[in-house]
């Protein structure tokens, strides 16, 4: 219901599973909620610009990236097969992620 209040297209993104010894890495996804194993990560997300996160695993203490950091996607950086590589959100916390800025 809050995605149809948004104007725009819905984005659809899928997780990218990843383990460092197996290349066909293919973890537990629970059919009736769609979570990772039993964390609380989702294996597939609905999005659009404009919509409110929350940051559900610390990212980067130090730089404020936390758990419960709550903001709003403002875009998204493409691969060069167009597939979703990042998001950029918005936080509100104006202090949050200035490090991890930098980076980028």
Do not use: C
Not at 23 to 33: G, L, S
Not at 50 to 59: L, P, S, Y
Not at 62 to 91: H, M, P, R, V, W
């Amino acid at each position: 219901v809050y995605l149809n209040s948004l104007e725009g297209d819905e984005i659809p993104l899928k997780a990218r599973h990843y383990h460092a010894t197996q290349k066909k890495y293919q973890p537990f996804i629970e059919k009736k909620e769609g979570a990772i194993g039993t964390t609380a990560f989702q294996d597939e997300l609905r999005l659009k610009i404009g919509a409110n996160i929350i940051i559900i695993h610390n990212i980067d203490t130090s730089d404020g990236l936390t758990n419960g950091q709550l903001g709003e996607l403002i875009g998204i950086i493409n691969t060069k097969d167009g597939d979703a590589d990042k998001l950029i959100i918005k936080l509100n916390r104006k202090d949050s992620g200035v490090k991890n800025r930098r980076k980028y």
